[in-house]
């Protein structure tokens, strides 16, 4: 059984859309980032980094944290969502970095600054926010020669996608990029998307209140803080 501490964040998502894909049992352990429980003992044992989302595998006596080390572990162990040649692996592992290192770092730093930052910082809103655009167009050029992020859909597919959906909090613009938007919308229709996106809660819902949003980013300039 796969236990998955989470919260509802694209990095959250990308594991719990992949379960979803992967139609694999897991059970959820909600972590609320705004109370702290992130730094608490009990869950530095299973992420040292303090930092969500983490599993732990009771079949195989494991905890791994790390959401690009997780979407590999549980793609392998049900043998799908990855492929099984090493060029194959290659290409969707270099897509699920790319993620990693860029996509996820820059959105997350435009979502600090642009929404969470007490002060209006603009030369660091807009140098997030221009990078991920440029990452953006990235994908675009990619998805125009190929139907899928890594030519076959994967995890590369979901560890981008999580992100890429949530332009609009991080304030990035898409417009003009066709082949990313297709996609984007695609990928909706996937197996498991639309329910992983509302694990441990439906963030959407949440935001479209003006008072919940207001509390949602109280709670996220407190983890600034921290």
């Not at 059970?27 to 989302?53: T, Y």
């Not at 938007?181 to 819902?205: A, C, N, T, V």
Request: hydrophobic share 40%.
């Amino acid at each position: 059984m796969i236990h998955l501490y989470t919260a509802s964040t694209p990095n959250g998502h990308k594991i719990s859309c992949l379960l979803e894909a992967l139609e694999m049992p897991y059970e959820i352990h909600s972590v609320n980032l705004g109370d702290g429980d992130q730094h608490k003992p009990n869950f530095l044992k299973i992420s040292p980094n303090g930092r969500i989302p983490a599993i732990v595998d009771t079949d195989n006596n494991l905890s791994i944290f790390e959401s690009g080390a997780i979407m590999l572990y549980l793609a392998d162990k049900a043998g799908k969502l990855i492929p099984k040649d090493v060029i194959g692996r290659a290409k969707v592992t270099e897509w699920l970095m790319f993620q990693m290192g860029g996509i996820g770092p820059m959105m997350g730093q435009a979502n600090v600054f642009f929404r969470y930052f007490p002060e209006k910082l603009q030369p660091a809103i807009e140098r997030y926010q221009n990078e991920s655009r440029r990452l953006f167009e990235v994908l675009d050029i990619q998805l125009a020669k190929n139907e899928w992020v890594a030519g076959e859909y994967s995890i590369a597919d979901i560890a981008n996608w999580c992100w890429v959906r949530t332009h609009n909090w991080s304030g990035v613009s898409t417009d003009g990029l066709i082949h990313l938007e297709k996609w984007k919308d695609k990928m909706y229709e996937q197996p498991g998307m639309l329910k992983g996106i509302k694990i441990p809660h439906d963030r959407e819902s949440v935001l479209k209140n003006k008072d919940d949003e207001k509390k949602f980013i109280e709670n996220a300039q407190k983890m600034v803080k921290k």
